[in-house]
């Protein structure tokens, strides 16, 4: 990615994984959005496929699509399984992706996260859709478990950089809060895999979130001579 971004010459880079597909319309959408608002980056979604053999419950709740995540209506963070950058925007600038995040995963968020902090926007196209198979190495909860606890590791690294001993340990207090709580929804809907599956998952997030925050370092995701990274690489 960092090569893509030293090599274009163009005002508009854009970005998909090698295992995706892009929808008829994906280019356009993403274009229309980025004229209409005038944001760094346009997001679109990913929409996962299942094979037969992936758990029921994985695929009535659809686990593995990808959308952006929304606080108070703004989208803080974003990904590059389906982007558009506008190269030319200040906060994109000389901007790129952390290659110490190589093995771990998380610099996407890094960059995002740094880019709006810039005070680069971003923007959704709904209809800017990609496709992607999930393998049989990623139809697993143990894949879902660990990539959910890195993603809370790469949050809590963020929101604790450069925070004083107080405001840090109140973030470590809420997460723990919030993971108390999904975990005891989780014991709630335990009737339901769905729920049950999702309650655990967001849990194990905030954990992350707090292992993140007390500085523990962020667990291996590729490079791995296992199966279980899914030979997928995505932060």
């Known amino acids: 990615r960092n090569a893509c971004l030293d090599a274009s010459v163009s005002d508009f880079v854009a970005f998909i994984d090698d295992d995706e597909t892009a929808s008829p319309g994906w280019l356009v959408e993403l274009m229309a959005t980025a004229d209409a608002t005038g944001a760094a980056a346009v997001l679109g979604p990913v929409r996962a496929h299942y094979r037969q053999d992936a758990p029921d419950w994985m695929q009535k709740g659809d686990f593995h699509s990808t959308l952006p995540v929304w606080v108070r209506g703004e989208i803080r963070t974003g ?35 740094a880019m709006v902090k810039a005070g680069g926007r971003i923007a959704f196209a709904p209809q800017a859709f990609v496709d992607e198979v999930v393998p049989r190495a990623r139809a697993a909860f143990d ?13 809590g690294h963020l ?7 107080i405001r840090r340990a109140g973030q470590v207090g809420l997460a723990s809060a919030k993971a108390a709580y999904c975990f005891g929804m989780a014991v709630l809907t335990a009737i339901s895999p769905v729920r049950r599956n999702r309650s655990v998952l967001r849990g194990i997030m905030h954990v992350g979130v707090v292992s993140g925050l007390v500085g523990v370092r962020e667990i291996r995701q590729y490079g791995l001579t296992s199966p279980e990274q899914g030979n997928k690489r995505a932060a």
């Open 79 to 113: 990904y590059t399984c389906n982007v558009l950058l506008r190269t030319t925007d200040a906060s994109l600038r000389g901007r790129r992706f952390s290659l110490a995040r190589g093995q771990t995963g998380g610099e996407d968020t890094e960059f995002f996260d």
């Open 159 to 165: 929101i604790g950089h450069g925070a004083g001993g």
């Open 143 to 155: 894949w879902l478990r660990r990539r959910r606890f890195r993603f809370g590791q790469t949050h």
